[in-house]
Every structure is written in C-alpha cells, then in structure tokens.
C-alpha cells in the first residue's frame, strides 16, 4: 500500500513533534503493509511549510528508515493567497514529489467565495488536485453538493482510511460510505499524525473496501492511483461515477442536511465542458 497523505516530519506542523515519534509512525505503518509513505505537511495561516527544515528532517528520515520504506514529500496545502501565488510561480512546488498531484485541503466551516475559481487556475497550470478528507468538513456535510461540484470540475477525492471503519464519527463514516458505494473516491489515505490518536494505519480499510466493493477496487484505492501519483501519472480507467452526471442527489442522512441543486462548472465562471474534459484528462480517459 502507498500512503499519501501523512503528517509524519516531525516539528513543522501539528503532525509527529519528534524524531523518535516521526520513525515509531514510519515503522507502525511499514508493519501494517505500507511500502510508501508521502509526507504530507500543512501549509497554511498557521504553519508555513519551512522548505529547508523540510527537506532536513526529511533527508534524516530516509537516513534511518532506508530499507524499512520510501518516503516522498508533499504538502496539505491550503488555498490562501501566498500559496497560491508561490504554486503559480512555481509549477509543480508543494505537489506529490514535484509531479503534479496537489493534496487540497479547506478549512473546517465555510469554503471561501473565488474558491472554485482558484482551483480552475491550479488546474490550467497543470497540477491534478486531490481534495483530501471530503467526508470530514463540517460544511460539506451542511452541503453536500460540494463534493458533486469538485468532481465536476474534475477534481480527485482522498478518504480517510479511518472515516471508513468509523474512527471519525457516524456523520463522517456514512459520508464516506456513500462516496465509496458511488465510486466517487480515487484515493484512501491516513492523513495520520501521531501513532496512537490518528495512527498510520491502512490495512483495516483495506480489507473493509475489499469485502464491501472487492480486492480490485482496494487496490486501486490503496495500490494502483497512488503509485500514479507518486510517479506523476494519470490515473488508469476508474469506474464511471454513479449518479455523478445526472444529477442524483446523495442519499445519506445527516442532522440538518436538506439537498440543494448543486452547482456544475458553468456556475462557477467555469466552460461548461471543463469538469468532463478535465475528469478525462485526469483519469485517462
């Protein structure tokens, strides 16, 4: 399995706080079958992704683990207007090892107005965006349609391998139970950050996912799209996306939520081919 989203360089976020914590969550997780680690820290209005630190505690991590796992670096990257700037600028900087796949992540209540179109213009410069942990925002679960919407724009989805076997809650394992049965999902990863709170580990939703919907599609949540993104790649054929382009409302139940029309490309300043176009170009096909 290829874990790529992971809060383990330790010092530079709210992930792993030491060396000795950063190797125990690397060994945890190289013991439950993962061979690939994508090291995943914030950037955002509070913690500001020191580059060089980075790269150090990264290049000190490989020192002690090689021949125990890989690691590869990128970013949870939030969308304010220095990352933004600074991703522009410099295409591919805070992606998946340099190659194109950029870890979205947005903030817990509201999602910002112009969103939808600075997203459009990280896509124009070339980056495959990830949207990490849909099932878990306060504010996708008040609106659904959201998720309907970054799809539509041609967008990928990463749950959280604990979402799916209830570890985040009943509102967040029925979400991602929903977005799984519909192949809307591309990703499974831990977006871990400590070994006991939030551990590394994957093999528990692996073999959630291969009861429920078989080991072919595990392994393209867990195996198969995160080598794709590790090497830079688009995604092989995924299955068509169930009720995505007709509309069908999603089905779960949650407190307070009420369906809405959701918005496809054309709202949002968007061509009204880019989601299909962009969807084909991700997933290659």
């Not at 194109?100 to 896509?123: D, K, S």
């Not at 580990?201 to 993104?229: H, W, Y």
Request: aromatic share 8%.
């Amino acid at each position: 399995m290829i874990d790529i989203h992971q809060h383990l360089i330790y010092g530079v976020d709210d992930g792993s706080k030491d060396l000795e914590m950063s190797l125990a969550m690397a060994r945890l997780a190289a013991a439950d079958g993962v061979e690939r680690i994508v090291c995943s820290p914030h950037s955002n209005d509070v913690y500001n992704y020191p580059v060089d630190i980075i790269n150090e505690r990264l290049a000190e991590l490989r020192h002690n683990l090689r021949g125990e796992i890989e690691l590869s670096l990128a970013c949870d990257f939030h969308i304010t207007p220095e990352n933004i700037s600074e991703a522009v600028a410099k295409p591919f900087s805070y992606s998946i090892d340099g190659k194109g796949y950029l870890l979205i992540e947005f903030p817990n209540i509201i999602l910002a107005p112009g969103t939808e179109r600075v997203m459009f213009e990280l896509m124009s410069a070339g980056y495959r965006l990830v949207i990490t942990h849909p099932e878990r925002y306060p504010f996708v679960h008040r609106s659904p349609h959201y998720i309907a919407q970054w799809l539509d724009q041609g967008c990928m989805l990463q749950l959280t391998a604990g979402a799916l076997t209830g570890k985040f809650g009943a509102q967040c394992e029925t979400l991602a139970l929903e977005l799984l049965d519909r192949d809307w999902v591309q990703f499974i990863a831990t977006d871990a950050h400590n070994p006991d709170r939030r551990p590394p580990l994957m093999k528990e939703a692996f073999d959630f996912v291969a009861q429920r919907k078989g080991i072919e599609t595990a392994r393209r949540l867990c195996v198969v799209n995160p080598r794709s993104a590790v090497e830079g790649r688009p995604l092989g054929a995924q299955p068509e996306p169930i009720g995505l382009w007709n509309g069908v409302p999603l089905k779960f139940h949650l407190p307070g939520y009420k369906p809405q029309r959701r918005q496809m490309p054309g709202d949002v300043g968007l061509p009204p081919s880019a989601g299909k176009s962009f969807l084909k170009r991700f997933f290659g096909r």
